[in-house]
């Protein structure tokens, strides 16, 4: 079997957390699967797939592209995934991620006729966002989400641990209702919740092979996509003390940045901070939103004295304004932990430029 399946979904909606979370289970219970990271940045690490590596995790990461515009190289990936034993490859999409069902799974369909099984087009919502778009609360979001639920053969309500059994009811109702003909399962991360039903769905059920009524040109995208800026860095950081606290550095850059795009009134959809030390110990922090609290699902277990760290982000503000912004506030922080910095790669870039 050689089947592939897109995880769509707003940015932290959870797509990586899941793919690690799925693949893990579906190589423990089913057959060898793997997840790939993609993004764009020239030749950069991304946070997403080194997380995966440090978790343990089957993964490759595809940067520079969209994989709804590399087939090649996407092709050459999964066909390595394959001849490796592998049955199941799972891949997110880059930023608002619209568009992957028409570009990679007919331009696959198309053009490598029965090479590939393609599996449910899967889109993460997670609860929060499910109810803003419900209440027509979500702004120029809405329509994303929108044309994102449109894509799927199978909606997945991420992060449902948070939602109790009532609310978890009546959200996979509405979005039964609201659209029709696809599938929809609440399922956790954390708590595996879910989990196993996915693998199912994956395994035995095909794609749709839709063609969603969608309007790439509409202002709303448009606009949502042009007011987008990518940044990313990774350093090294060495302090000489040794009971630096890892997780606290990642928390309080995390609040740091928060409190300086709050007052630049920009929004973040999700900043990453992922550090690591030389052992395989690492932290991570994530920002979801400048009013929303901090994140830190995985802590240093010990202190450490040197450590890589990766920042990836794409937030709602002009290019040189993000990067300014970022910059300060990772000079900030790590002076106040008495850090020395070596800077290996950083990258910036407005999507609407
Ligand atoms: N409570 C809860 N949090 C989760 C769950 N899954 C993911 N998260 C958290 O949600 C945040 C975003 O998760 P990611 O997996 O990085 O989201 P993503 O969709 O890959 O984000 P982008 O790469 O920016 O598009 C992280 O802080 C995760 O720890 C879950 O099942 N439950
Ligand atoms: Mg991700």
Redesign the pocket.
């Known amino acids: 079997m050689r089947k592939f399946a897109v995880v769509s ?1 707003f ?8 793919m690690m979370a799925l693949t893990d289970f579906y190589s423990a219970h089913y057959a060898g699967a793997v997840m790939i990271s993609n993004d764009l940045g020239e030749g950069v690490l991304l946070a ?1 797939h080194k997380l995966a590596q440090l978790g343990g995790c089957r993964a490759l990461q595809i940067t520079d592209e969209c994989i709804c515009f590399c087939r090649d190289v996407l092709t050459e990936r999964l066909n390595a995934c394959y001849e490796d034993g592998c049955e199941l490859v799972v891949s ?1 999409i880059p930023g608002f991620g619209v568009g992957a069902q028409e570009h990679v799974y007919h331009g696959l369909a198309e053009n490598c006729p029965g090479q590939y099984e393609l599996a449910p087009f899967t889109v ?1 919502i997670e609860p929060r966002n499910l109810a803003l778009l419900r209440e027509g609360r979500a702004g120029d979001m809405g329509f994303i989400l929108d044309a994102q639920l449109r894509e799927a053969d199978l909606i997945v309500l ?2 449902c ?2 939602l109790d059994e009532k609310a978890r009811g009546d959200a996979l109702c509405w979005l039964a209702a609201r659209y029709p003909g696809t599938e929809q399962l609440a399922v ?4 595996g919740e879910g989990l196993d039903a996915l693998c199912r769905a994956l395994r035995e059920r095909k794609a749709s092979m839709r063609h969603p009524e969608i309007d790439y040109d509409a202002d709303d995208l448009q606009n949502a996509m042009g007011s987008l800026s990518e940044y990313y860095l990774q350093y090294r950081a060495v302090v000489c003390c040794d009971d630096f606290d890892g997780s606290a550095y990642l928390a309080d850059l995390a609040a740091e940045i928060q409190n300086s795009v709050r007052s630049a009134g920009c929004e973040v959809p ?1 900043l ?1 901070l992922l550090a690591w030390g030389p052992e395989g110990d690492y932290g991570k922090a ?1 920002l ?1 939103g400048a009013d929303r609290p901090i ?1 830190l ?1 995985h802590r240093f277990a010990r202190p450490c004295t040197d450590l890589g760290v990766l920042l990836n982000t ?1 937030a709602a503000c002009p290019d040189e304004t993000l990067n300014r912004l970022l910059g300060e506030a990772v000079r900030t922080v790590s002076d106040r932990y008495q850090l020395e910095l070596t800077i290996f790669k950083k990258d910036h870039f407005g999507l609407g430029e």
Do not use: C, I
Not at 11 to 18: D, I
Not at 188 to 191: F, N, Q, R
């Open positions: 979904g940015l932290g909606s959870g797509k990586t957390t899941l997403d997110d993460l991420s992060k641990e948070l956790s991360a954390k708590t999700h990453k994530d979801l994140e699902p794409s």
